[in-house]
């Protein structure tokens, strides 16, 4: 298996320019997730997804951020407009069920300059 | 008071010697919980998940969890430089939910 699938690895973008994520998650799982990490606050849940369906949100920082799965094998996170304070790493990762842990894509390193 | 924490370290052990990594949790109700090893610039990579009170062993590694405490540990025998890496602790809400809340991670050096 090819493990969880992130597009692109490396982003750089100007600030109020559109960014899209692209994740694809295991074959199977039903659970996907989008997590940022910074060094000021950590791994933080910005939204999961399970059979397609959003679950929960609340992680989601602004009305910017907005989150798609539109079938089982593919996700968007966009921002539109970035701000430099988006600059993160972006993990996307995929579950089957809810007693398993979860598998994690390489990320999306993203700066907004 | 944070869901999931943990001591930032760093954590300085030689090697061949035993690592302790902590984490309490506050949500009592959580039922499965989880250690992640994250080198440098790599994603995070499960090593250990948790469900009963007590000690689960895998090779070198020792998940140990008391719930009335809240507390989780991960003990690492025989630590090796490649164990260098930060371990995260992720603990899985309670309310049906499938959303792990990650701790901000204990960074641990293993020196020869």
């Known amino acids: 298996d090819a493990g969880v699938i992130q597009s692109p690895r490396h982003e750089v973008t100007e600030m109020g320019q559109e960014v899209t994520l692209r994740c694809k998650p295991i074959?199977?799982?039903?659970?996907l997730f989008w997590y940022r990490q910074t060094m000021m606050r950590g791994l933080e849940l910005l939204i999961y997804?399970?059979?397609?369906?959003?679950?929960?949100d609340s992680g989601m920082p602004e009305d910017r951020f907005s989150a798609k799965m539109p079938n089982a094998s593919f996700s968007t996170l966009k921002i539109q407009p970035s701000e430099p304070r988006d600059s993160a790493v972006y993990f996307c990762?995929?579950?089957?069920?809810?007693?398993?842990?979860?598998?994690f894509g390489s990320g999306t390193r993203l700066t907004v300059v | 008071q944070k869901e999931v924490e943990q001591n930032s370290g760093p954590l300085s052990v030689p090697e061949g010697a035993i690592a302790s990594l902590n984490c309490t949790y506050s949500?009592?109700?959580?039922?499965?919980f989880f250690w992640y090893r994250q080198y440098s610039g790599k994603s995070p990579e499960l090593i250990m998940f948790i469900y009963s009170n007590g000690d689960k062993e895998d090779g070198r590694f020792t998940a140990q969890l008391n719930k009335a405490s809240q507390y989780v540990s991960l003990l690492i025998r025989d630590s090796q430089p490649s164990d260098s890496a930060t371990y995260l602790c992720?603990?899985?809400?309670?309310?049906?939910?499938?959303?792990?809340?990650f701790g901000a991670g204990t960074r641990l050096a293993v020196h020869p």
């Open positions: 992720a603990v899985n809400l309670s309310g049906g939910y499938n959303k792990l809340i």
């Open positions: 074959s199977g799982h039903d659970y």
């Open positions: 997804f399970n059979n397609n369906v959003p679950i929960d």
């Open positions: 990762a995929s579950s089957l069920g809810q007693m398993g842990g979860y598998t």
């Open positions: 949500d009592r109700g959580s039922q499965s």
